[in-house]
């Protein structure tokens, strides 16, 4: 291999590799920072209640006024059964603020909601269609891991929570619906005829999707005149799905997405917070294969402030949770329109949900120079990989095609590849006199080499031009295997599920960036690497100095990608490993059949006898080195006139 084809080998060692390996290297102090950050916050936590992080409208915070006033001794007497404390804590919101708790359910093709009338809220969504990594009923959240909570105020300043009140639900049981069938639930906390705060789901039989309102109806003489917004808090604790907690949660982050801004969301490597003043589309809760969104039908998701935490001690994932301020008029009906998407990662399925609903699948790397790279997914990758799975179900076959089909449309370049190198071993010999001829005149050698390369009619990036094409495709899969849902929990030969990374054994003991298991397919995907490299003399270079310590990166590249790609899904690793038997067949066709050095050394001897035809560019690269060239005899001339 010649100096650009390694340095092409590089540029797409640093591409696949520095991602990972600096997040890896800053993982220690990010945890740090992450434990010393939530114990103040659970000190601060312990000593603010709820009601007391926010202040009622009209009073600062830290105004004691009224706490003064409700800190002074009441008696305990009842009105109409309710205690005198609790009227004094509630207001007319006291009557609800004690109860049963009982749960309501409707199931439907595709997932099982159960809601509790403590809060009026979701309790549990289990996924009908989907197993968890231990074979377990796949379940979203359930009981306290999810909070969707309501926080405003009394004309009398009295903090009201929604999580705390008992709403009466208009039906009560369990409901099975299928197909165009719908069913609805509402619950209500009402204070008088006509006057209630109301919320209300409504599930259809073949969705994913939850249909959600909030109103608050002819509550104006109970609510404060000053409330210009109602809050919303908003948070769920990740459950583990996936055998890999690692990949779990490199893959599960916060999105959301703002007419002005477009697709955003907070760090997937650590802890993170953000605000926006901005109205949202869309805020999305992402997993790896499975999402909760919520999406408002208007513009009232503004004031938003997002925050993403990581336990590395804990069972769950993450802890997402959003606050919100919807605009609110105190002496009119309010009402809140929104809808939920709680269920898969399916790219088509999400396009159809919301607009740029999709874009939390990753299908490249998010720095604007590579994001490019997910049209190749968007209009190649998956609409291949639909098609062959139309009409086949085993993901190992379908993996071999797409493989094939990849492959063979990039022959061209691999062909143009694979010549340019055999061009460059064949003058090889003639490069070598000509360093022996100038020795350390550099910039004579170069000049000299460009007019063999000329004379020759050898571009000498032809080698390293071609692979570089190939970047984009690489990066594409790199990206595409650990997003698609269709390979969760689908076995090919030993690995159990494609998705996540095979392990043929288990070492008991972690070694850094390896892991504490042993993958085989990423075994073969090294071994396969170098047998590729051994057998391919033009790859390791040859000279001495610099070139001599480049033949060694063939060698040293795949041994790095064996460290990182052991915790990676095993269909990553899979192509990976067929690519390269793909391109080792490839390349041994075209030297058995297709190209041979002694014509190639034929072909050059003619070209050199014909008068050279110079391109703009090289022409450039000319004049640059005689100027260079100059330059240097001048300095040169100065010496010898100063001694």
């Not at 719908?182 to 204070?191: A, Q, R």
């Not at 109205?279 to 790896?288: A, E, F, V």
Request: proline share 5%; charged share 20%.
């Amino acid at each position: 291999m010649d100096r650009n084809t390694v340095i092409g080998f590089i540029l797409i060692l640093i591409i696949l590799v520095i991602y990972s390996l600096y997040n890896y290297q800053n993982l220690q102090e990010q945890r740090k920072r992450e434990q010393e950050k939530q114990k103040k916050e659970q000190i601060a936590g312990d000593t603010t209640s709820p009601a007391e992080s926010a202040s009622p409208p009209g009073q600062k915070q830290g105004d004691t006024s009224r706490e003064k006033l409700t800190s002074q001794p009441q008696d305990d007497t009842t009105q109409n059964g309710i205690p005198a404390s609790r009227s004094r804590e509630f207001g007319p919101f006291a009557h609800a603020a004690s109860g049963t708790v009982q749960y309501d359910t409707i199931e439907n093709e595709k997932m099982v909601a159960i809601f509790s009338n403590k809060g009026g809220a979701i309790h549990k969504v289990r996924l009908k269609d989907y197993m968890r990594y231990d074979s377990l009923p796949l379940v979203l959240f359930d009981g306290d891991e999810k909070q969707l909570n309501y926080q405003f105020f009394t004309r009398g300043n009295k903090s009201i929570q929604t999580k705390n009140l008992y709403f009466s639900p208009s039906k009560s049981g369990s409901f099975s619906i299928s197909g165009n069938e719908d069913h609805t639930i509402s619950y209500k906390v009402e204070l008088g005829d006509g006057q209630y705060l109301e919320q209300k789901y409504t599930l259809t039989g073949n969705t994913n999707l939850l249909d959600y309102e909030v109103n608050f109806v002819n509550l104006d003489q109970y609510l404060s005149p000053n409330a210009e917004t109602v809050k919303l808090t908003w948070r769920q604790k990740l459950k583990k799905l996936e055998k890999s907690m690692t990949s779990s949660r490199r893959y599960s982050a916060l999105y959301y997405k703002s007419p002005q801004g477009g697709l955003e969301h907070l760090s997937q490597s650590g802890s993170s917070e953000y605000s926006v003043d901005k109205p949202l589309d869309w805020i999305s809760y992402k997993q790896q294969f499975f999402n909760a969104t919520l999406i408002p039908r208007g513009d009232f998701f503004d004031q938003a402030k997002m925050r993403s935490t990581t336990n590395e001690n804990s069972d769950y994932v993450k802890i997402l949770k959003t606050d919100m301020e919807f605009p609110f008029n105190p002496g009119k009906d309010n009402y809140y329109s929104m809808k939920f998407y709680l269920g898969p990662n399916q790219y088509n399925t999400l396009a159809n949900v919301e607009d740029g609903l999709q874009g939390i699948i990753p299908l490249a790397p998010d720095f604007f120079l590579f994001s490019w790279v997910s049209f190749i997914n968007k209009w190649l990758i998956i609409p291949l990989f639909n098609f062959l799975n139309s009409f086949m179900t085993n993901f190992g076959i379908i993996i071999l095609l797409l493989t094939l089909v990849i492959k063979t449309i990039l022959f061209p370049l691999t062909y143009r590849s694979f010549k340019s190198m055999a061009k460059m071993k064949v003058i090889q010999p003639e490069i070598q006199e000509l360093k022996e001829k100038y020795g350390d005149d550099q910039q004579k050698f170069g000049t000299e080499q460009w007019k063999l390369f000329q004379k020759a009619g050898v571009n000498p990036l032809g080698g390293c031009l071609p692979m570089l094409l190939q970047m984009p495709i690489l990066i594409s899969m790199y990206y595409f295997f650990p997003s698609s849902i269709e390979l969760r929990q689908e076995g090919f030969l030993w690995a159990q599920d494609l998705s996540t990374y095979d392990s043929i054994l288990h070492l008991g003991f972690s070694i850094p960036l390896y892991g504490d298991h042993v993958s085989l397919f990423t075994l073969l995907m090294f071994v396969s690497s170098i047998l590729y490299a051994a057998t391919n003399p033009q790859m390791s270079g040859g000279g001495s100095g610099p070139q001599a310590q480049m033949k060694w990166m063939p060698y040293i590249f795949p041994f790095m990608l064996l460290f990182i790609f052991n915790s990676f899904p095993a269909a990553l690793t899979y192509y990976y490993f067929l690519s390269n038997i793909i391109t080792y067949a490839q390349q041994f066709i075209i030297k058995r059949f297709i190209v041979s050095e002694e014509q190639i050394h034929e072909q050059i001897q003619e070209k050199k006898k014909q008068p050279a035809k110079k391109s703009k560019f090289q022409q450039r690269l000319e004049d640059i080195a005689k100027q260079q060239q100059e330059k240097q005899q001048e300095i040169q001339k100065k010496k010898k006139k100063k001694k």
